[in-house]
């Protein structure tokens, strides 16, 4: 029993991120295989969002096809990048969506594997860590659908990976790469980086006396900035985005529509709605995701947990996410539309949250579990 534990809290990261990234690549083989498993496999989204990447090999396909058209100008700088660039030695787009959840998911995988060996610096931890959120994310569109929202997740854990390295270059890189693919976590991760700037003392918040916290701070502000400014000054050849009032009028936004969003029932609007509600529909799947609702109760247990004394200071970032975006989806709720839908600022980040606060929780509870069964052990064998 006692080798048992060493093992599983011995500090071995390599083998472990080995076997992170084996179950990575096991999962992204078994979407490969649903991706060919018929000559005219599409995924959904890449319906919407890849078919008309097709014109990048033959410019005359869809010809005066608005909805090519409009899904062709709401496409993110980089996420078109992608897709264009190996266009032109020929690969299809609609080929290449079906490869690039493989490189997506692994990169998801190191990253979550890094971030959760700063939070708490034991690599079988790390390993659960990166299984429930493969685990959640291959269960959904995200990832598997490689676009905007497929990319999001490596950038986004690329963004707290940096972060809590303190690479300015890195986090820098992260922050525009974001609002290349996806920009509304442009904003998250702006607050994310005014919220590190404080420190909670005596229940009063106070600026941070580290000054590496104030450049960083600068550093990432100003790059959001920058690559949101294109945003803010473009328009649309389709006109102004549509308002809330507009939309309350028309029955495709209203309950039974086909972009429903407005609901009668105020706590199913606010909370569980799939385009309006902060809470995504499948955050506990598995259900093992259950675990991360107890980490603030262990924490508070702190004397009674022993592992609870390697949990780092950098484990604040999980409450500075789920502050920021809970902000955020407020913030887009006052300004409907303006900002695209609330359901973004949570929905990923959320995800992530959840699968770093269960990973930490069910390392906590096993290890309180081995302990009492290994002294267990000790007091029996001392009556033999």
């Known amino acids: 029993m006692l080798q048992i534990h060493k093992f599983f809290t011995a500090a071995k990261p390599k083998f472990w991120l080995s076997l992170s990234l084996t179950f990575g690549f096991i999962y992204a083989l078994m979407a490969l295989q649903k991706a060919f498993s ?6 959904d989204d890449a319906r919407q969002h890849v078919f008309w990447m097709v014109r990048f090999i033959d410019p005359e396909l869809f010809p005066n096809d608005l909805i090519a058209d409009y899904f062709q100008s709401v496409a993110p700088a980089g996420y078109k990048a992608v897709y264009q660039l190996p266009a032109l030695l020929g690969i299809n787009p609609l080929v290449l969506n079906k490869f690039l959840p493989i490189f997506l998911g692994l990169i998801t995988t190191a990253y979550c594997f890094g971030i959760s060996m700063q939070l708490l610096p034991i690599p079988a931890t790390a390993l659960i860590s990166t299984l429930l959120l493969n685990q959640n994310l291959w269960m959904k569109d995200d990832i598997v659908s490689a676009t905007p929202r497929g990319f999001v997740y490596p950038i986004f854990l690329g963004f707290l990976y940096y972060l809590l390295q303190r690479n300015l ?21 702006s607050f994310i980086l005014i919220l590190r700037l404080f420190r909670w003392q005596n ?17 990432g502000l100003g790059v959001a900035f920058l690559v949101l400014l294109p945003f803010a000054l ?18 495709e936004f ?5 972009s429903n969003f407005f609901q009668r029932d105020l706590f199913k609007f606010i909370f569980t709605g799939y385009r309006s509600g902060m809470f995504p529909r499948s955050l506990f799947t598995p259900v093992t995701l259950l675990f991360g609702l107890l980490l603030p109760i262990l924490v508070g247990f702190r004397s009674r947990f022993p592992l609870l004394k390697q949990l780092t200071n950098s484990s604040a970032i999980l409450g500075q996410i789920v502050i920021a975006s809970i902000a955020m989806f407020f913030a887009a709720h006052a300004v409907l539309f303006k900002l695209h839908l609330p359901s973004r600022y949570t929905g990923v980040t959320f ?13 906590i509870i096993l290890d309180k579990i081995w302990r009492w069964a290994i002294k267990r052990n000790a007091v029996g064998a001392g009556f033999t």
């Open 351 to 363: 995800r992530i949250v959840i699968a770093f606060a269960s990973a930490i929780a069910i390392s």
């Open 38 to 43: 018929g000559e005219y496999v599409v995924q």
């Open 169 to 189: 270059l890195g986090m820098g890189i992260a922050i525009a790469l974001l609002g290349l693919f996806y920009p509304q976590c442009v904003f998250i991760a």
């Open 254 to 258: 209203l309950p039974g529509g086909r």
């Open 234 to 251: 473009s328009s649309s050849q389709f006109g102004p985005t549509i308002t809330a009032s507009e939309a309350r009028k028309l029955p």
């Open 203 to 219: 229940w009063r918040p106070k600026l941070s006396p580290n000054r590496k916290d104030l450049i960083l701070c600068l550093t």
